[in-house]
């Protein structure tokens, strides 16, 4: 108690800077957030195209309905594969009308193959599962061709993986900003009260003891300066939503997880600078 005593003691003496304390290390993280919003909107857009992977094997005109249907039943079978549809040669038709809708006379009269339509489960959506499966799938004699975008899934794949690589690498530095802001102005208090503390050990106050008010003041300022983070980032967030795109914005796990990021931030960030400056001391 005594403790938190001390730390909110320090606050109300310098007041100014404590302010500028938060408001430093909440535009930082802020700008953590802003990074961490892009990302997950960008890896929802990479998930919602991956909804869209599927392999499509064009079946040759010789193939009976009830082979199609067997080999439809074997490839559900397939630990990858989430549905395998018959596509008749009437319904590719129709979806080639619907879907080219300003084209629909080119397809007056036209046959188009039959095929069978498989969906991946999530997770199987990678360019080598893909292509394995696609391979399988190829194996059916009265398979003529297969298509399933090769190139397409690749670029997708590369995307989210330059995302993820970028993500980790930028957070990393936002992180370490945000920790050299947080150990600065502890720093600043530790040298303001180095008389205080120098008094406090010659009569036998031990270094835990007077570092924990330092601690408790990262903890809090940490805490402080990510809440008005996820403040700025969820006006941020309204604003492109209002005059640009939809986006999506974090849950609760994930802002909670902010908030314990901030705090964990703030008391490392203390621990080191106070640990390194009261041996000077």
Do not use: C
Request: charged share 20%; glycine share 8%; aromatic share 8%.
């Amino acid at each position: 108690m005594r403790s938190l005593r001390d730390a909110l003691i320090t606050f109300r003496r310098s007041p100014l800077l404590s302010a500028l304390s938060v408001t430093t290390i909440a535009f930082s993280l802020f700008a953590f957030g802003l990074f961490g919003l892009v990302t997950l909107n960008i890896r929802v857009a990479l998930e919602r195209l991956e909804d869209r992977v599927e392999i499509r094997a064009f079946i040759a005109e010789t193939a009976s309905p009830e082979s199609m249907g067997q080999a439809a039943g074997d490839i559900s079978a397939y630990p990858e594969v989430s549905s395998a549809r018959i596509v008749t040669q009437e319904q590719a038709l129709g979806r080639a009308q619907k879907e080219l809708g300003d084209f629909r006379d080119v397809f007056e009269g036209a046959v188009l193959p039959a095929s069978i339509d498989v969906t991946l489960k999530s997770g199987f959506r990678d360019p080598a599962t893909v292509k394995r499966v696609a391979g399988r799938i190829k194996a059916f004699s009265f398979v003529d061709d297969i298509r399933y975008g090769e190139e397409w899934i690749e670029k997708l794949y590369r995307l989210r993986n330059i995302a993820g690589v970028a993500g980790v690498v930028l957070g990393t530095a936002f992180a370490s900003v945000s920790m050299i802001i947080i150990g600065a102005t502890i720093r600043m208090a530790v040298l303001a009260r180095a008389r205080e503390i120098a008094i406090m050990r010659l009569v036998g106050a031990t270094d835990a003891y007077i570092r924990r008010p330092f601690l408790i003041e990262g903890l809090t300022k940490g805490i402080m300066g990510g809440l008005l983070a996820l403040l700025f980032t969820y006006v941020a967030r309204s604003i492109i939503d209002r005059y640009l795109i939809e986006t999506v914005f974090f849950d609760r796990k994930v802002a909670l997880l902010g908030l314990v990021f901030g705090a964990m931030i703030g008391l490392v960030g203390s621990a080191v600078s106070v640990g390194r400056h009261l041996r000077r001391i």
